[in-house]
C-alpha cells in the first residue's frame, strides 16, 4: 500500500494559502538587504532563525514586517516570488495562488507599482519556465483603517488585470471581517474574488462576519468554527474550501500539538479543507512538509491524501475546466500509485 506522504508528495496539487512575503528565507533576506544596504538585527542566518519562536500571532507578525522591510526594489519583490516558485515546484505544486500585502510595503515608501510589477514578473516567468500557473490575491491589513483599505483598492485600479481576488489578514483579534465590509463590496464591484482569514486565533463569530458580512469565497484557516456545529454544517452546505496551515497553527500555538490538528476532523465532517503553507520561511516547511507534519502525528490515508490533492483544485479560483482537468489528472496518477479517493 503507497504511503499516504509519498502518494501527496508526488501528485499535483495547488497551493491557495500563501503570503509571498512569508516565504522570504533568511539566506535570500541577508542577500537582499546587502545589496539594497539595508540592515538587519540579527548577526547571522542561524541568529535570524533563532528569533523564529511565537507564542501568537502577533508575536510572528512583528518580525514578519521587520522582514519584508528590506524589500525596495522591483528586482527584490521578484527575486523572492521567483525562489517561492522555484521551491514548491519541487513540491510538484502546479497551481498557486498567492497573498501580497501591499500596504506592508506603501506604509514604508516603497509603491504599489514597485512590488506588483516584480511579484507579477516572476509569476509570469513561473508559469512561461515551470508550468506553474496562478492567481494573485492582493491582502488588506486588518490592523489598519479601512480607508487605507479603499485607498489600496484605489492603487490597484491600474493593475486589475493582474489581480483575481482579495483578502483581509494580519492582527485578526479586534478587527474583525465587518469592519472592512465596504472595501469588500467595492472589490467585489470590481470583479474579484474574496477571501478572509477568520478563525485563526478569532472566534467563530468573526467566521460568520467573513460569510454574511463580506460574503466570501474562500475562507483561510477557518480552525475556529469547528466549535459551532450550526457553522460547520453551512460550511459544509455552502462548499466553501477551508485553506488550512498546519505548521503554521502549530508554530503560532493555536494548536500545541500536531496529534491535536483538526485536520482529519475536518475531512471527517465533509468540510473541503486543504494544505497550505501560510509563511513557509519562518514555519518550518512548504506544503508537501505540511501535509507530512500532520501525517506524522495522526496517519492520513491514502484515500485523505488524494482527497486534499483534489480539494487544492476543487477549491481554487481556476475555471470549471481547469479544475476538471486537474481531477482527472489527479485520479489517473493516483490509480497508477494504487490509490483511490
Ligand atoms: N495570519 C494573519 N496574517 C498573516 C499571516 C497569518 O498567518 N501571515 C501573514 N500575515
Ligand atoms: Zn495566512
Redesign the pocket.
Known sequence: MVDAYELFAELPKAELHL?IE?SFEPELMFEIARRNQVSIPYASVEELRKAYDFGN?QDF?DI?YQGMSVLLRERDFYDLTWAYLTRVNEDNVRHVEIFFDPQGHTERGVSFETAIIGIHRALEDGKAKLGISYKLIMSYLRHLSEESALETLEQAKPFLDWIDGVGL??S?MGHPPSKFKTVFAESKKLGLKLVA?AG?EGPPAYVYEALDDIQVDRIDHGNRALEDDGLVKRIVEGGYTLTV?PL?NLK?CGVTDMKDHPLPKMLELGLRATVNS??PAYFGGYVNQNFKAVHDAQPLSAADAVTLAKNSFSGSFLSAQEKASWLGLIDEQAAEMGATA
Open positions: 503570503h512569508g500571532l507578525l514578519y489578514d494580519s485578526e482569514h485563526e496551515c503554521s503560532l501560510d509563511d
